[in-house]
C-alpha cells in the first residue's frame, strides 16, 4: 500500500529566509508525486508535480521539488519565503495501478514570521 | 472556465438527517474522487469513480454513499449523518490521460 509521511507538523520560518518541506513515500513502483498547498479556508492548489524525467521539478510561485529514488524523498523548497506563503502544504502520491487515488500526507503548516 | 463545483460550501445538519453533496466539473474528465480532510490526517479518500456507472470504495467508506449516473456529477450521499463525520470534504476529478488532479472549492460540514 502507498503512504506518505511528512515529518514536521509546523515550520516557522522568518520572511525572505529559505524553507524546505521533508515528504517521504512509500509505493512499489515510480510514483508521480505532487505537492499541493492550501491556504487558510482555500481549497488545494497544485504547485508541483513530477511523474518522469527531469528529477527537479519546477513549480509555479518560485517552488521546486527534487526526487530522490535511494531516499524515497520528495522535499519542497524555495529560496526565499513572503509572507503570502504561509499556508499548509501537502504531499500526495499516486499512481494508475492504484485506481488513480492519491495519497496525502498529513501536511505541513508553514507559519512566516516577518 | 475549467472548474470543480461543490455545493454546499458550509453546512451544518443534525444527526440522522440525510444529506447530498454535490459535485460537478466542466472539463470531461473521466476520473472523479471524494476525499475528506481532517487535522493531522492530510485528505482520505472515500469513494471514487472510474466512469459513468463505475464507482468504487477508497479507504473510508463507511457511512457514505455515491453515484455516478452522468459524466460531469458524483454526488456524495450521508444516509444517516453522525458526529464523527464533521469533515471538510473536497472533490476532485481527472482525465485518464493526465495525472494531475483538479479539486474543488471543499465543502465544511458540521453534524450535530
Known amino acids: 500500500a502507498q503512504s506518505v509521511t511528512q515529518p514536521d507538523i509546523h515550520i516557522t520560518v522568518s520572511e525572505g529566509a529559505s524553507l524546505e518541506l521533508r515528504c517521504n513515500y512509500s509505493?512499489?513502483?515510480?510514483?508521480?508525486l505532487f505537492w499541493y498547498v492550501q491556504s487558510p479556508g482555500q481549497g488545494l492548489q497544485l504547485l508541483l508535480k513530477?511523474?518522469?524525467?527531469?528529477?527537479l521539478v519546477q513549480g509555479i510561485k518560485g517552488f521546486e521539488a527534487e526526487f530522490k529514488r535511494s531516499q524515497s524523498s520528495f522535499n519542497l523548497r524555495k529560496p526565499s519565503v513572503h509572507w503570502s506563503d504561509a499556508a499548509e502544504y501537502f504531499c500526495?502520491?499516486?499512481?494508475?495501478?492504484?485506481?488513480?487515488?492519491?495519497?496525502f500526507g498529513g501536511g505541513t503548516r508553514v507559519l512566516v514570521k516577518p | 472556465e475549467a472548474q470543480v463545483t461543490q455545493n454546499p460550501r458550509y453546512l451544518i445538519t443534525v444527526t440522522g438527517k440525510k444529506l447530498t453533496v454535490t459535485c460537478s466539473q466542466n472539463?470531461?474528465?473521466?476520473?472523479m474522487s471524494w476525499y475528506r480532510q481532517d487535522p493531522g490526517l492530510g485528505l482520505r479518500q472515500i469513494y471514487y469513480?472510474?466512469?459513468?456507472?463505475?464507482?468504487d470504495k477508497g479507504d473510508v467508506p463507511e457511512g457514505y454513499k455515491v453515484s455516478r449516473k452522468e459524466k460531469r456529477n458524483f454526488p456524495l450521499i450521508l444516509e444517516s449523518p453522525s458526529p464523527n463525520q464533521t469533515s471538510l470534504y473536497f472533490c476532485a476529478s481527472r482525465s485518464t490521460r493526465q495525472g494531475t488532479q483538479y479539486f474543488g472549492p471543499g465543502t465544511r460540514l458540521l453534524v450535530l
Open positions: 509505493y512499489g513502483a515510480t510514483p508521480y
Open positions: 469513480s472510474m466512469n459513468v456507472e463505475v464507482t
Open positions: 500526495a502520491v499516486g499512481a494508475e495501478a492504484a485506481g488513480n487515488k492519491l495519497t
Open positions: 472539463m470531461n474528465h473521466e476520473y
Open positions: 513530477y511523474f518522469s524525467g527531469d528529477t
